[in-house]
């Protein structure tokens, strides 16, 4: 229930909406298995397997799991089918296979395959913050969030949200680094990626390298601007932080992950809440940590 990225957006309305309200509308859009000729098919799922609810409300906070399975029929099976055809068809006719029919055995194999290939499931967690109004998606990349976001508000009718971080935040990062401006509970870490503003987009990534070495302040002096910053916040997390302000490979401390360590293991759905419960809580402080720093909620 630990997530390890997060995509952050902003409510630009209140979302007047209770978690059985919420069931309920998830529930007309709830995943379906794929049907035979299906490529694939994603709908909402509950977020705890113990669970069958589709919403888990904690804290004033609404968690929910968007299912994605997808087919699994590689292009190389397909193409082997294809000339072992398309020579079958060519040695008893005696005249090439033309590009048409080429085209119509293709989608007749896929057709064929389809009901035979294995399936993957794949699942994006994502959590509404009433309160805060927030909503903050577990997903490394845009496409990923962008697909969640999309599923509900195609499920609840509308979604008022925008990205809370509108504008790059490179300067920023640079200027932490550069002029050792770091906010306060924030500590550097040794992990940082350096872009040239040039055409040349020159790029330089350090590993395990103090980042207030005179190595690294060359770079930073030559112009070049921070576009991922690992730190450390508040002894609480670490991340690696990204200049479209993608919070990446987030990991939270053994201190937090330990304490609910007392409930018993046999309580799995309360200790999946409690999980829950402080794992939101400190990323909605993270981010608004992050947000004060850097001035995100005062963009135009």
């Known amino acids: 229930m630990w997530f390890k990225n997060l995509k952050v957006y902003t409510l630009t ?16 859009s709830s995943f ?3 049907g035979n000729q299906d490529m694939a098919s994603m709908g909402w799922a509950p977020p705890f397997k113990q669970g069958s609810s589709l919403v888990h409300a904690g804290d004033g906070k609404l968690l929910i799991s968007l299912k994605k399975q997808e087919r699994i029929l590689p292009a190389a099976v397909v193409n082997a089918e294809l000339e072992e055809r398309v020579e079958k068809i060519e040695q008893e006719t005696g005249s090439p ?24 499931d794949s699942y994006t967690l994502g959590f509404i913050s009433l309160k805060d109004n927030l909503v903050i998606v577990d997903a490394a990349n845009d496409g990923k969030a962008e ?17 809370l971080a509108r504008r790059s935040i490179s300067a920023d990062l640079t200027d932490w680094l550069k002029n050792d ?3 306060e509970d924030i500590t550097l870490l040794e992990e940082a990626e350096f872009k040239s503003p040039d055409e040349d987009g020159a790029i330089i990534k350090c590993k395990h390298q103090a980042l207030d070495a005179e190595e690294v302040q060359l770079h930073l002096s030559s112009g070049k601007l921070v576009q991922k910053l690992a730190i450390e916040w508040d002894e609480t997390l670490s991340t690696l932080l990204q200049e479209d302000f993608s919070i990446k490979r987030l990991k939270f401390s053994d201190v937090i992950r330990e304490q609910n360590e007392d ?12 999980d829950f419960c402080l794992m939101a809580a400190e990323a909605v402080r993270l981010v608004k940590a992050l947000d004060q ?3 995100l909620s005062e963009q135009d």
């Open 263 to 274: 409930i018993p293991k046999d309580q799995q759905l309360a200790r999946l809440d409690a």
């Open 181 to 183: 401006s770091l906010p």
């Open 13 to 28: 309305q209140t979302l007047n909406i209770s978690a059985e309200e919420l069931e309920d509308q998830l529930a007309q």
């Open 97 to 120: 296979v033309g590009k048409k029919t080429k085209q119509d055995l293709k989608q007749e194999i896929i057709h064929q395959l389809l009901p035979k290939s294995f399936t993957r």
């Open 32 to 34: 379906r298995p794929c």
């Open 147 to 163: 697909a969640f976001l999309a599923h509900l508000r195609k499920s609840i009718g509308s979604l008022p949200v925008v990205p």
């Open 293 to 295: 720093a850097l001035k």
